[in-house]
């Protein structure tokens, strides 16, 4: 069964850092192509960073320069650095591992920036 644990949300001013973190655990990471997706009350699921099993990374317009998505297979982690957070931000941050078409999600962190 594949499982996908997110932890290190939490409150920070804006201006802020911090780091989340994803541990997979269940399948065969490396094979995955790796997400963050973020939901802030009242909006649908974004993506906001995707790196591939091949080591390409997408990032949406508005976290560009800010987050950096890295992952690591021998860990079965992958990681998301937010920099300079805005209080637009803030949402639950899920983690995805996607494969042929098939998703699998942990259960969200919630990140809160303060202005």
């Known amino acids: 069964q594949v499982q996908l644990v997110e932890s290190g949300g939490g409150l920070v001013q804006a201006g802020g850092s911090l780091r989340l973190s994803c541990a997979v655990s269940g399948t065969i990471f490396m094979l995955y192509d790796m997400g963050w997706y973020r939901q802030a009350p009242g909006k649908q699921r974004e993506l906001v960073a995707v790196?591939?099993?091949?080591?390409?990374?997408t990032y949406v317009d508005s976290v560009k320069g800010r987050f950096t998505i890295s992952r690591d297979n021998a860990k079965n982690t992958v990681s998301l650095q937010m920099n300079s957070l805005k209080p637009d931000d803030t949402a639950v941050y899920y983690c995805?591992?996607?494969?042929?078409?098939?998703?699998?999600w942990g259960k969200g962190t919630l990140v809160t920036v303060s202005s």
């Open positions: 790196k591939t099993r091949g080591g390409i990374t």
């Open positions: 995805n591992a996607a494969l042929g078409g098939v998703n699998h």
